[in-house]
């Protein structure tokens, strides 16, 4: 009776002993696949996807270029791409920090201190709404995750069918260069979400052949591909100096984009913002490119 | 028998031979095809001749802005040499480049928000600038320009500007970055003859006052005092030295940006090739440089087409190795 009593306990305790491992097993499991409530994006991109799921609530950090949606502006900004500040990141204590590319410094610092990152990285234009989905998984929206996917994809669409009937342009997109004169231009190559959004906004990129995302090029290249038009992203400038800006391409008067006065300077920050407005942006080219099209 | 001096006089005239040649040669050669006949066809207007715009706008230029650029580093390059006595010395050594590469970063920067426009200016008032300051501070203790305080004045001068060309990065968005990183490689794509004719005047007085100089900096080369003693007024050459050696740096940097080696190696070759005699030595660098930096461009511009190849990296890729050979032959 005392004997097995004895064994009783004995078994009594070893399966307590396997519940409580089991139970931490289970917690810890559920601690890491819990979805994240404190969240920093130290990307505006993936800021901006954030918000568009709905996860505004839960940030609690910006980079410090982050300025969409009007809600980061209360949030604390902790550095860029270069020099994220590690310290305040930590010090807000948060479960989940985006951060650009999986190898990056920030993101063996965030490891070492047993933070969860998702790394992003800049690419084709499917990116964004890939992007947004696999944000979707992480934080548990999938349903936002997919409704703002499918808009994004909708609009981007609406584009592509409104210049569907218009003449493709060969198009330069050129992503910046020495103000005042035409030299150091660096164009968009064959790859990234800018080509990618000009194809949809009916343009042919001139350097579609060179499979980069961006090239410096010569004056001599403007005269041999030749463009029909020529989009320039520029920073916020006066009026006065986009004219100055644009009037320079009259050194090269064999261009038929100079020739036919198809030069578009554009400035707005959503053609650099790779996120949720990324139609806007496809609809801000088709609109300069195929004006007639305009809504 | 031979005067020295006579017998090397074909050597420069080579060199200007092949300075010609590469000058006239570059422009048929490039990333496009181009039809020679259409190019002088004066039938076609200029506004739809493409042959002849990419000739005339994209090439020339370029192969003048080489010439120009090249011919006047590796002068500025002996120059600097000869006033220092320092075989290692180079256009860049005292500053000029690092006042120039700040002017052209802020202009780069802070662009937008400029009243003028272009990095070929700002470059220029940079470089006057550090032009100054080192010479305020290399006469600031001394009545004469002591060449050793010059030196330090400008190495120290160097990393200083260097320390506020990063502080102007640090506040740069990452396409200003990008486009001022490539600044300071170096290009040679001025697509119009402005540029050109800005810096002419700054080398044309400097190249005067070279002619001037050649004979005086043979002397100097004995040592400042071996100088004074036969009759040269040391302090003058000195400061005309350097100050039409930094004028003609800051106009060339302007043009082309900070193109390294040529300065230095070109100098070297031609010693090899002449000897010491700065009257042979100066004519001769500026040809030989100026060959060497047409031929480089060509290179940079057709390596990699479409892409373009930073010049300044091709002139280091073939600057570097051949300073160490001649550094080790040496010994």
């Known amino acids: 009776m005392d004997a097995v009593a004895k064994a009783m306990t004995i078994r009594f305790r070893h399966a307590l002993l396997i519940a409580a491992v089991a139970c931490a097993v289970l917690l810890q499991g559920a601690r890491t696949t819990a979805a994240p409530l404190r969240i920093i994006s130290l990307v505006p991109a993936v800021t901006e996807m954030l918000y568009a799921i709905g996860a505004g609530p839960q940030m609690i950090g910006v980079s410090s270029f982050d300025h969409y949606p009007a809600a980061v502006e209360k949030l604390p900004r902790l550095g860029g791409l270069i020099d994220p500040d590690i310290e305040r990141v930590l010090t807000l204590k948060p479960d989940l920090v985006i951060v650009y590319g999986a190898k990056s410094d920030m993101a063996a610092r965030l490891a070492r201190a047993q933070i969860a990152t998702f790394p992003y990285d800049t690419g084709a234009l499917s990116n964004v709404t890939g992007t947004i989905r696999a944000l979707g998984e992480r934080l548990g929206r999938q349903k936002e995750a997919n409704a703002e996917a499918t808009r994004i994809e909708h609009g981007l669409e609406e584009v592509r069918v409104r210049v569907a009937n218009q003449p493709r342009y060969r198009t330069l997109l050129i992503f910046g260069r020495e103000a005042g004169s035409l030299r150091g231009i660096y164009a968009s190559g064959g790859v990234g979400y800018l080509h990618d959004i000009l194809s949809i906004a009916g343009g042919d990129d001139v350097f579609s052949d060179v499979k980069r995302e961006n090239i410096q090029i010569s004056a001599e290249q403007v005269l041999a591909r030749m463009p029909e038009a020529i989009v320039e992203l520029h920073g916020a400038m006066t009026p006065q100096k986009i004219a100055t800006e644009r009037g320079l391409w009259s050194q090269l008067p064999a261009v038929p984009a100079v020739k036919n006065n198809r030069i578009y300077l554009l400035s707005d920050e959503v053609l650099t913002i790779p996120g949720p407005r990324i139609v806007d942006a496809a609809r801000l080219l088709a609109d300069a490119l195929h004006p007639t099209t305009k809504k | ?331």
């Not at chain 2, 600038?129 to 400008?154: D, E, M, W």
């Not at chain 2, 160097?158 to 490689?185: E, G, H, K, P, T």
């Open chain 2, 1 to 331: 028998m031979t005067h020295p001096l006579k017998r090397s006089v074909p050597i420069v005239v080579g060199l200007f031979a092949l300075m010609v040649l590469a000058i006239v040669l570059s422009p048929l050669v490039g990333s496009t095809h181009i039809n020679l006949m259409r190019v002088f066809d004066r039938s076609i207007p200029f506004e739809s001749n493409v042959d002849a715009q990419i000739f005339f706008i994209a090439r020339l230029p370029r192969a003048l802005a080489g010439a120009l650029v090249g011919g006047t580093l590796a002068a500025a390059g002996v120059v600097f040499q000869g006033l220092l006595r320092n075989p290692l010395a180079t256009p860049y050594t005292l500053g000029v480049s690092a006042g120039a590469s700040l002017g052209a970063m802020i202009a780069i920067t802070f662009g937008a928000t400029l009243p003028f426009a272009g990095a070929a200016p700002a470059s220029l008032a940079g470089a006057m600038l550090a032009v100054t300051v080192v010479y305020l501070l290399a006469t600031a203790r001394h009545s004469g320009l002591s060449t050793t305080v010059l030196l330090l004045a400008g190495v120290t001068l160097n990393s200083f500007f260097s320390a506020l060309i990063l502080f102007v990065q640090y506040l740069a968005n990452f396409q200003d970055l990008f486009r001022a990183m490539r600044w300071l490689m170096g290009n040679l794509d001025v697509t119009s003859y402005a540029p050109l004719a800005g810096a002419m005047p700054f080398v044309a007085i400097s190249f005067v006052a070279f002619v001037w100089l050649a004979r005086p900096l043979n002397l100097l080369s004995l040592g400042a005092d071996a100088a004074g003693a036969r009759g040269i007024n040391v302090r003058s050459v000195q400061r005309t030295a350097f100050f039409s050696a930094s004028l003609a740096t800051g106009a060339a940097v302007s043009v082309g940006g900070p193109i390294g080696f040529v300065g230095i190696i070109v100098p070297h070759l031609v010693r090899l090739m002449v000897g010491a005699d700065h009257r042979l030595v100066l004519p001769a660098s500026i040809f030989l440089g100026a060959g060497f930096l047409v031929v480089c461009d060509v290179l940079a511009r057709t390596v990699l087409s479409p892409m373009e190849l930073p010049v300044g990296i091709i002139t280091a890729v073939i600057g570097g190795p051949f300073f160490l050979w001649m550094l080790l032959r040496k010994r």
